[in-house]
């Protein structure tokens, strides 16, 4: 059955003419992205490095979801441990960021991918999403792991669970009250 109905064009397949000056500028623009691609990877890879050496520096109890070098140069995927995904996207501003995978990214659920990469649901409900793209510069980058840095710290400050695992205390050792 057809995708799109209409005047019969594709076999009955897909209705409508084709914009050609879209399909040309459409070929023109992979052309330009295929002579820059090497170049812009190694960019976004030293962007990713850029920030994650930094919060790796100034924060403990991070984690990189995923193989660190197995991955899009201009991804990363953390888990801040003992502190909400939402709670830190709402804590941050001017970044856009996601606590879970794009593909669920109107769900509350932690990432089903975290979960299939051995990622416990306490520490995948923890999980930050970002991108590095073509127009990223080194000072947003600073800016955003400083942003993050920040949020994370206020945010563990409030929560009596990490005061309690600084403690030693074993959280997992613990049965708690359903709700």
Known sequence: SPIITGGGQERGMRS???PTPLCVGLGEACEIAQKEMTEESKRFLDLR????????KNLTEVYVNGDLNQ????NLNLSFAYVEGEGLMMAIKNLAVSSGSACTSESLEPSYVLRALGVDEELAHTS???GFG???TEAEVDQAADQIIGAVLKLR???PLWEMAKEGIDLKSISWAGH
């Open 16 to 18: 409508g003419t084709l």
């Open 157 to 159: 400050e409030m929560s």
């Open 128 to 130: 930050l999403r970002l």
């Open 71 to 74: 991955r899009i140069p201009g």
């Open 134 to 136: 073509r127009f990223t």
């Open 49 to 56: 490095t850029r920030f994650y050496e930094k919060i790796m």
